[in-house]
């Protein structure tokens, strides 16, 4: 079990899937691929003298959960690893996979 701070532990049935799960996650790529995706799921950036932007948070909850992930649904997910960190994870039932350093965190998390 993987306890993080802030948030307690993160127990496995606190994330559930389906036999609906490949039409849910078209759909999300669909909602996100409109006009309005980029106002759906962002990470926000730094203002500088206001507040700090949410990537450092964003990359954390990403990572988390992309281990959570891969360790309670290994015939779900495919983790790609560097100096044993997730680098990218693979959506095996639609053959996606999504790059952890490339791609926005917050996007990543609502596609998994």
Do not use: C, N, W
């Amino acid at each position: 079990m993987t306890h993080t701070p802030a948030l307690g532990p993160l127990e496995s049935r606190s994330r559930q899937l389906d036999r609906d799960f490949p039409a849910y996650y078209h759909m999300r790529a669909a909602r996100l691929a409109s006009p309005r995706g980029p106002k759906l799921f962002a990470t926000l950036p730094d203002r500088p003298q206001l507040v700090q932007g949410g990537a450092d948070a964003a990359r954390e909850l990403v990572h988390e959960l992309a281990e959570f992930l891969v360790a309670r649904y290994p015939g779900v997910y495919r983790a790609t690893r560097r100096a044993g960190e997730i680098v990218a994870v693979e959506v095996l039932p639609v053959g996606i996979t999504h790059d952890l350093e490339a791609e926005d965190p917050i996007v990543v998390a609502a596609m998994l």
